[in-house]
């Protein structure tokens, strides 16, 4: 019944001059080697100073693992070849979105035509964890659920503070620049699939959309692949965190699956409630708290991400992921990229060089020097 809770894992690199600390939009020449060696698994996006690589279809959480610690060693290899270094983090501390070039293919000049400065401005880098979900109905039953848990695991990922050389005061900048995109943010609710392809079907027909491509949600039904895919996040600067993340997000599909399987369900809340919560995880990350709908209370994020870890505990152990998921509690304990951001930039007096070495040090923890044996 586990096996079919595969893993995907997609991540967004800011392409970076190790000496000016500036973005540097050298995507090109990182691609043409990078695809002799990864085929598929890596691509360019809109913004030329980003590289996107993807693992295949994983199994489990050490097949993710092993993935995604070698993509990150091919991608930063390429990247030193050329005088560059990567860095996961979801925006730059000081680089103008206005001095970007973006990248040379249709797909990015229909996007640029059509959103226009909207399109231009989307500086941001993320990280997206797909989980296999085969049932096409089962899928959309348990995206309605799942929803109430994004802006919990939002919070463990914020790592965007900065924008254009300001302290934003938020912990997730990305995510509201990201929300000026159409079809953003957390879903609505589906009774069925067929009533979610209904809706597709009809932004179609009316040429709001080519296909289900252009359905941005915090979590949707991929359109191609049979998943569910998590994009609420942030991506984390360490690759243990974004590990552990993607476990959770594999528990909480096969916890709520669980559910299901046993006519038991899980209490669907309102989007506008949620988008309550998800303000909170932008603004406050882990040092804030969340509403417990249930119980119609603030409590501290920290408990209520606790408390998710207990509600899953039950499919850890046959998932295989136990851990994968305890490391949950080291980034509760030590902070998010976003709060370790902000504590070099105050420990050095404001030195946004300092914030972006750090970066570049800690997207390589834990990853390989040598990508092949």
């Known amino acids: 019944m586990f096996d079919q809770f595969t893993l995907g894992i997609e991540e967004e690199f800011?392409?970076?001059?190790?000496?000016?600390?500036e973005l540097k939009s050298h995507v090109s020449e990182i691609l043409e080697e990078g695809k002799l060696l990864l085929g598929e698994k890596i691509k360019p996006e809109m913004i030329q100073s980003m590289i996107e690589v993807g693992t295949g279809v994983c199994a489990n959480i050490q097949e993710a693992r092993e993935d995604i610690t070698k993509l990150r060693c091919i991608i930063s290899s390429l990247a030193r070849k050329k005088g560059m270094e990567i860095v996961a983090a979801s925006t730059h501390p000081f680089s103008k979105w206005s001095e970007q070039e973006i990248y040379d293919g249709d797909r990015y000049k229909l996007?640029?035509?059509?959103l226009?400065?909207?399109a231009r401005s989307l500086l941001i880098?993320?990280?997206?964890v797909h989980v296999g979900?085969?049932?096409?109905?089962r899928r959309i039953q348990i995206m309605?659920?799942?929803r109430y848990f994004l802006p919990h695991v939002l919070a463990l990922t914020t790592s965007s503070p900065f924008w254009l050389g300001f302290n934003t005061g938020l912990k997730s900048y990305r995510s509201e620049v990201f929300k000026k995109f159409p079809r953003t943010e957390i879903p609505d609710t589906f009774e069925s699939y067929q009533q979610y392809q209904a809706y597709v079907d009809l932004l179609v027909k009316m040429n709001c959309i080519q296909n289900g491509s252009k359905i941005w949600w915090d979590v949707r039904p991929h359109y191609l692949f049979p998943t569910l895919e998590f994009r609420i996040c942030d991506i984390p600067t360490r690759v243990d965190d974004t590990i552990a993340v993607a476990a959770l997000f594999q528990a909480i599909v096969a916890k709520l699956n669980l559910l299901t399987e046993g006519n038991l369900g899980f209490r669907i809340y309102h989007r506008r409630l949620i988008l309550e919560n998800k303000w909170r995880a932008i603004r406050y990350g882990l040092d804030g708290m969340l509403l417990d709908l249930g119980k119609q209370k603030e409590v501290p994020v920290k408990d209520l991400i606790r408390e998710l870890l207990e509600f899953v505990d039950d499919v850890v152990d046959p998932l295989d992921s136990r851990k994968e998921i305890e490391h949950i509690h080291t980034i509760l304990d030590r902070g998010t990229s976003a709060d370790e951001q902000l504590r070099v930039f105050e420990e050095t007096g404001g030195d946004f060089n300092a914030v972006v070495d750090m970066l570049i040090k800690n997207t390589l923890e834990n990853v390989?020097?040598?990508c092949f044996d």
Request: hydrophobic fraction near 40%.
């Open 116 to 118: 226009q400065m909207v």
């Open 144 to 146: 309605n659920a799942a």
């Open 14 to 21: 800011q392409i970076v001059d190790p000496t000016t600390r």
């Open 368 to 370: 390989p020097e040598k």
């Open 111 to 114: 996007l640029v035509d059509e």
């Open 125 to 128: 880098f993320g990280v997206h």
């Open 133 to 137: 979900v085969p049932d096409l109905d």
